[in-house]
């Protein structure tokens, strides 16, 4: 049993103090536990696009989980916090909100879909929170630019003007476009139909498909009547593989090309070699096998030491979204308004390999587009 002798003032009780706390198993005053840094991705981990979700969910934590190892930001630990709203936008408003209640975030990251990104700002939620969305995965003109919203990669209009450009030098005129009919479909169809004249392609037709449903076949039918050199794919990943198996089974001939969003990885899944042989893919990051890049060999050496099932062709998105907070956090304060001030602020961040830069918010963050093609073997070949 402690015994304190009043007389021997306040100088030797507050040197038996921690003494006396720790021994009742109470924390003393000045042990204070670090607070976790929440980072909040409302994205669909179930349904049609849960391969997008969650592939941009290992992405992240691979550059969180890297940090963390390191000591964190000024020894406070990132820790991810992931909701699924299954590619509902209604759903993507309300976890959002409640998330900001139960995690206090210092930002969101990561949404998958422009119909979500747009419900958010629409609703008011990060005007309203003050808390800034970080790498959504649409690159599209109604998300680009808006208050609070930092697009870590090229835009949708960047994706199809330098395949417009690819097209032209390839003496390819004749396309046709299958498009998701929402807000990210439209998109990419207005990039291009304004771009088209510019490289003198000709687009033939333009197909629509049900954002809800995925159901294509009304597409496929009406895109095999046309006399099309090329077909864009202005679609998600699990539709653009059910087009891509009902039109080359169907004596479909024409050469597909896919924008970002449709994950590769996940084509080669569900697509034999001989169905994927020759389908090109717009890319707005360096593929994996560029090897030669910082960034790529630092990815690869996380991604072996973590292994997942959720990698994709969108990790690195995430990876790269996961590099950008990392940074705006070691220049600002952890809090939404400390986010936000030190985003504005990047220049030329230097990834190792690409660079993201947010000097005009009216733009991507970074305009690096590349493509790359299936071979006979399945393989991705630049």
Do not use: C, H, W
């Not at 808390?131 to 209009?157: E, R």
């Amino acid at each position: 049993m402690f015994r304190f002798n009043a007389s021997a003032g306040t100088t030797a009780m507050r040197a038996l103090l921690p003494t006396l706390l720790f021994s009742l198993g109470l924390a003393a005053p000045s042990a204070v536990t670090a607070k976790d840094i929440v980072i909040a991705q409302i994205a669909p981990l179930t349904g049609v696009q849960a391969v997008a979700g969650k592939a941009y969910a290992a992405g992240l934590r691979l550059g969180f989980d890297a940090v963390n190892a390191s000591g964190g930001i000024n020894g406070s630990p990132l820790r991810l916090v992931s909701v699924d709203d299954a590619y509902k936008p209604e759903d993507t408003v309300r976890l959002a909100r409640e998330t900001i209640t139960r995690e206090s975030p210092v930002a969101f990251a990561a949404t998958v879909g422009t119909a979500n990104a747009d419900a958010l700002i629409k609703a008011g939620v990060l005007t309203s929170s003050g808390i800034p969305l970080i790498g959504p995965s649409s690159g599209a003109s109604s998300v680009i630019g808006q208050p609070g919203v930092f697009v870590t990669k090229a835009s949708y209009a960047d994706e199809v003007n330098q395949l417009f450009i690819t097209l032209n030098s390839m003496g390819l005129t004749r396309v046709a476009v299958l498009f998701q009919d929402d807000g990210y479909g439209r998109d990419l169809l207005a990039s291009a139909t304004a771009l088209a004249p510019k490289y003198k392609i000709e687009l033939l037709a333009k197909s629509p498909y049900d954002r809800i449903t995925g159901n294509v076949e009304p597409a496929v039918a009406a895109l095999l009547k046309v006399d099309a050199q090329v077909i864009f794919l202005a679609a998600i990943s699990a539709p653009a593989a059910s087009f891509i198996k009902a039109y080359k089974q169907r004596g479909g001939n024409a050469m597909l090309i896919g924008p970002s969003p449709v994950d590769i990885s996940y084509l080669q899944k569900q697509l034999s070699k001989d169905l994927l042989r020759g389908y090109v893919a717009s890319t707005v990051g360096p593929v994996e096998s560029r090897t030669s890049l910082p960034i790529i060999r630092e990815y690869l050496k996380l991604k072996a030491a973590a292994p997942s099932a959720d990698y994709g062709t969108r990790s690195l998105e995430g990876y790269v979204t996961a590099r950008v907070i990392v940074a705006a956090l070691q220049r600002g304060k952890a809090t939404p308004e400390g986010v936000s001030i030190a985003m504005k602020a990047l220049r030329a961040l230097d990834l190792g390999g690409m660079s993201v830069d947010f000097a005009d918010l009216k733009r991507g963050g970074s305009s690096y587009v590349d493509f790359v093609t299936i071979d006979r073997m399945g393989a991705i070949i630049r």
